[in-house]
């Protein structure tokens, strides 16, 4: 046999041989972090795509003492898989390309979280992706948003998120500007079905709705506005000419909505420029006429920075954190 094919079998049975060879060739030669990647994505791949977790989260529904309670839910088998999956790409696949490289594997904590629900029989301390309490919040939250159960949040749906609490113009945002999982690697696909002579047209990539997917993605920027990934997200947002800074132009349109809002509700009114002042207090940017990305992200002030973001969009957070 040729040392790169395995050894032929005339049904679908793992022999040795068939062991020894993938063992040999994908997994003897690299550590343990590339072999979970060899192991994980196509052999033909060089990274790990959506479908390629499937049948190992299959595999964890099956036999995992702390999900033995859903084998007779198909329904929530399916949407814990796709939570999932979806929360590993949001942390690990940053640059949300839809493709988990060999680097950004080794970056990031999924081998240690694969380990730890491995070895815990409580699925809910394994908070990192296989949760099942933080899994059922996600989607208690969406199904409580998606009225007419067609598995996708319009704009009015989301304007009721949290008793209401973000602006129109941030939602507005969202749909049109905010990252999405998977959204790359469609476009993708639809490019080559459409310079395929025998294929139908392929559906345009929708913005006019979020899918459960791209529900996750906003709501775990909006719980935690302290990392990385959700200071891209709202900074996208909020970044309307997309030059990579906020300045005060674009914080002061989304802040007069905020003020009006405190007005209509009869509460205190903040002037923009004293609630502008107070932020740079705290951020300390490194310019004093705009913001950055990396002026969210500096130590010292990751835990308040997003303060700026809830003043900006989210009303019942800024007016809890006045208080």
Known sequence: NNKKDPPASPVEVITFGMFEWFWKLHMEPYDPCDRFFNLIKQVDSDAIVRDDFLPFIKALLQDHPGLEFLSTHVEFQEKYAVTVITRIFYTVNRCH?????A???RLSDLLPAFQQVDEEEDINKVTRYFSYEHFYVLYC??????HDRDYRITREDLLKYGDQSLSHMIVDRIFDAAPRPFEQQLQQQ???ASSSPNSAAAPSTQRDYLSYEDFIYFMLSE???SNEVSVKYWFTCVDVDGDGKLNNMEMR???????HRMQFMGHEIVPFEDMLCQMMDMIKPQHADCLVETDFLQPE??????????ALFNLNKYLLFEQ
């Open 97 to 101: 390309s839809g493709r988990i490289t």
């Open 141 to 146: 939250r969406f199904w409580e948003l998606d």
């Open 223 to 225: 719980e935690d506005k």
């Open 103 to 105: 680097r950004q594997v």
């Open 253 to 259: 349109s989304f802040y007069a909505v905020q003020l």
């Open 190 to 192: 639809q490019q080559n």
């Open 301 to 310: 002030c990751r835990q308040v920075s997003g303060a700026l973001f809830d």
